[in-house]
């Protein structure tokens, strides 16, 4: 456990911090979901809105610290990969 006044602040801030970055990775996953869920059921348009919702949330959790910049830039290009295949 924590001893100093500033390291028993330090845990608080620390749990805050680890809050709102799950809240915000759960935010962006949910958005990738959409977007597989609408690949899997072939609705084209419906997958065009949805990925553009998702890269939308990748990027600012991107600028947040949450995800590394080339992971989101992947994830998002097989993503528009795989709505482009879709025919």
């Known amino acids: 456990m924590a ?3 500033s390291a028993r602040k330090a845990v608080r801030v620390v ?3 680890t809050a709102v970055n799950k809240s ?3 935010l962006v996953r ?5 977007v597989e ?3 899997a059921a072939g609705d ?7 990925v553009k919702e998702a890269e939308s949330a990748m990027m600012r959790a991107v600028s947040k610290g949450i ?3 080339n992971t989101a830039a992947r994830k ?8 482009k295949a879709m025919s």
């Open 67 to 69: 995800f590394h910049r």
């Open 44 to 50: 084209k348009v419906q997958a065009r809105e949805a």
């Open 3 to 5: 001893n100093t006044k």
């Open 15 to 17: 749990a805050r911090k």
């Open 76 to 83: 998002i290009s097989r993503l528009n990969g795989r709505i």
């Open 24 to 26: 915000r990775r759960t």
């Open 30 to 34: 949910s958005r990738l979901r959409r």
């Open 37 to 39: 869920d609408a690949i």
